[in-house]
């Protein structure tokens, strides 16, 4: 099977910069995307296509994906931005859907 | 409006059956991807299944040959069909549109709130 791997934690002041990771074998390869769930709700698509934003996605947030590595970046952090964030990646090997393990943003 | 509402979870016995179901409205189930995703309390989003637009179903291994997904076109309604239920089947189950653009671009657009499932004696 195919494995994403993200930190379990990441932690930003108000107004600086975040990064989050997600890493799999060639995953430059493929197309990742982005989900933030907050407490309680449902997960949102931040991010398709490595870095493409969704209609109402903060211009804040934008991503890259090279050799092994996606990142998820969120500029100016601000306490909204707290929550999960997952990597999404299509497997063809497996037709599998598969998530990174999640990463907390707390936002200090 | 454009949404997804799931319905179906309860609390029931290990080895127990379920159906959980997902009304779309704005848009038709039978013309897109379709997929149910869970989460466990406390845990990360584990895909566990997909119907094609053209029918075909595809299942996690942690659920093939327990869980089925179908569709009713008259209804615009997803389904998940859950049998020989387990404690490690107990999660928030969601359905979402998945797009799929070109070969191996596969992003979900479209979520429910979730149905919770919960496995126990």
């Known amino acids: 099977s195919y494995d994403l791997t993200q930190p379990p934690s990441v932690s930003v002041f108000p107004g600086q910069t975040a990064s989050i990771t997600c890493s799999g074998q060639t995953l430059g390869e493929k197309f990742v995307s982005w989900y933030q769930q907050r407490p309680g709700q449902s997960p949102v698509m931040v991010l398709y296509q490595d870095n493409k934003r969704p209609s109402g996605i903060p211009e804040r947030f934008s991503g890259s994906n090279s050799g092994n590595t996606a990142t998820l970046t969120i500029s100016e952090t601000q306490g909204m931005d707290e929550a999960d964030y997952y990597c999404?990646?299509?497997?063809?090997?497996?037709?599998?859907?598969?998530f990174g393990g999640g990463t907390k943003l707390t936002v200090l | 409006e454009v949404q997804l509402v799931e319905s179906g979870g309860d609390l029931i016995q290990p080895g127990g059956a379920l159906r959980l179901s997902c009304a779309a409205s704005g848009f038709t189930v039978n013309s897109n991807y379709m997929t149910w995703v869970r989460q466990a309390p406390g845990k990360g989003l584990e895909w566990i299944s997909i119907i094609y637009s053209g029918g075909a179903p595809y299942y996690a291994d942690s659920v093939k040959g327990r869980f089925s997904i179908s569709r009713d076109t008259s209804l615009n309604t997803l389904y998940l069909q859950m049998a020989g239920l387990r404690a490690e089947d107990t999660a928030v189950y969601y359905c979402?549109?998945?797009?799929?653009?070109?070969?191996?671009?596969?992003?979900?657009?479209?979520w429910g709130r979730g149905t919770l499932v919960t496995v126990s004696p």
């Open positions: 999404q990646a299509w497997d063809s090997s497996t037709a599998a859907l598969v």
């Open positions: 979402a549109r998945v797009i799929r653009s070109g070969q191996s671009n596969w992003y979900f657009d479209l």
